[in-house]
């Protein structure tokens, strides 16, 4: 007769890294899902992709957005494992919602039985502050970095002759990295939730949270341009006095 299983709290490490293990294979496999379905549309992705850049250009040259062609290449394999790596990373935004499921589902056997009903909350939250930074950073920070960049290409009187790679590293990292900057909110809601930090103590360090945000600006932010990791960093100030009043209403009442 075998014995019974282990309840989620009674874990043994080895138990957790068996479970982690679980957790990443079926996020592979959702991913590889999705890439099926993505990479059959990676021409019309990549013309999605190119469009923010295509608008700034185009306000910049006095250009219709159609006529510009920015894009070239040198090696005969950087198309094919450019639109791949496209339609993968748009895989991993499609299947956003399935993924922060499974990081869910890893960390809920540490919870307890009430904390565990916010399934639903924590995916739809989660989910939701991702792709609004990924839409933000591709209606107004492309929008922003662009006219930035452009501009200064035009004044030069420089013709642009862009790697297809290059630019969808920048498209990427840029996409990805503000999503992952949208998500403060809900760190500080379970930093907050385990009375790890309170909203008192992140005003009274609001200075030194704001020289963490410029070191991090400087490092992450795309382009090597001063005036992008000023643009971030007010960004992330004001995702972090959100993240603040989002402690403050997590935090516990009740005495410990």
């Not at 990549?46 to 250009?63: E, N, S, V």
């Not at 960093?233 to 004001?238: C, P, W």
Request: proline share 6%; glycine share 4%; with cysteine.
């Amino acid at each position: 007769m075998p014995l019974p299983a282990a309840p989620p709290d009674k874990m043994s490490f080895w138990e957790h890294l068996q479970e982690l293990r679980v957790r990443i294979v079926r996020s592979l496999l959702i991913v590889a899902v999705c890439f099926a379905a993505t990479y059959a549309f990676r021409f019309k992705l990549w013309i999605w992709a190119q469009k923010p850049f295509l608008d700034a250009m185009a306000r910049q040259t006095g250009k219709a957005a159609a006529e510009l062609q920015p894009f070239a290449f040198t090696d005969l394999t950087e198309p094919f494992f450019s639109m791949m790596r496209l339609s993968l990373w748009a895989a991993a935004f499609l299947a956003a919602p399935l993924l922060f499921y499974q990081l869910w589902a890893f960390i809920r056997p540490g919870l307890l039985p009430k904390e565990r009903r916010l399934v639903i909350p924590f995916v739809v939250v989660t989910s939701g502050c991702f792709l609004a930074g990924s839409a933000f950073a591709y209606t107004q920070a492309f929008k922003f970095l662009g006219d930035i960049l452009f501009q200064e290409a035009a004044a030069a009187g420089l013709r642009a002759n862009l790697h297809v790679s290059d630019y969808l590293d920048l498209f990427i990292s840029t996409t990805l990295i503000t999503g992952v900057m949208f998500e403060l909110p809900v760190l500080f809601f379970f930093l907050a939730k385990f009375r790890i930090v309170t909203a008192r103590l992140m005003l009274k360090y609001w200075r030194h949270a704001t020289m963490a945000i410029l070191i991090f600006s400087a490092f992450f932010t795309p382009g090597d341009v001063v005036v992008t990791t000023i643009f971030f960093s007010v960004v992330l100030l004001g995702l972090y006095f959100i993240s603040v009043a989002v402690a403050w209403a997590a935090e516990p009442r009740q005495p410990r």
